[in-house]
Nanobody, 115 residues
Framework: QVQLVESGGGLVQPGGSLRLSCAAS????????MGWYRQAPGKQRELVAA???????TYADSVKGRFTISRDNAKNTVYLQMNSLKLEDIAVYYC?????????WGQGTQVTVSS
């Protein structure tokens, strides 16, 4: 079993920055890919960014150039640096990890953008 614990959400003004972290723990495992999804009220959950163990990344078009995903394989931790935040970034952000083709989810962290 893999547990994912997220941190770093909160309230920020438009144009501000936040950094999300997600630490994976559990029995010995190899994480193939980690990523961040988000779900805004009344909308489906969508991929924000993902990073594979080798380091290749994928971003949603809406966040390209503003968000950066990174990971520390030694710590089984993934980060999401979010800059130039907009009102449309308001959502609950979920960490995801793929371990032996099984998908695990964190509990979610709220990101609110407001002036």
């Amino acid at each position: 079993q893999v547990q994912l614990v997220e941190s770093g959400g909160g309230l920020v003004q438009p144009g501000g920055s936040l950094r999300l972290s997600c630490a994976a723990s559990g029995s010995s495992f190899t994480i193939n890919a980690m990523g961040w999804y988000r779900q805004a009220p009344g909308k489906q959950r969508e991929l924000v960014a993902a990073i594979r163990k080798a380091g290749s990344t994928t971003y949603a078009d809406s966040v390209k150039g503003r968000f950066t995903i990174s990971r520390d394989n030694a710590k089984n931790t993934v980060y999401l640096q979010m800059n130039s935040l907009k009102l449309e970034d308001i959502a609950v952000y979920y960490c995801n990890a793929i371990v032996h083709q099984v998908s695990y989810w964190g509990q979610g962290t709220q990101v609110t953008v407001s002036s």
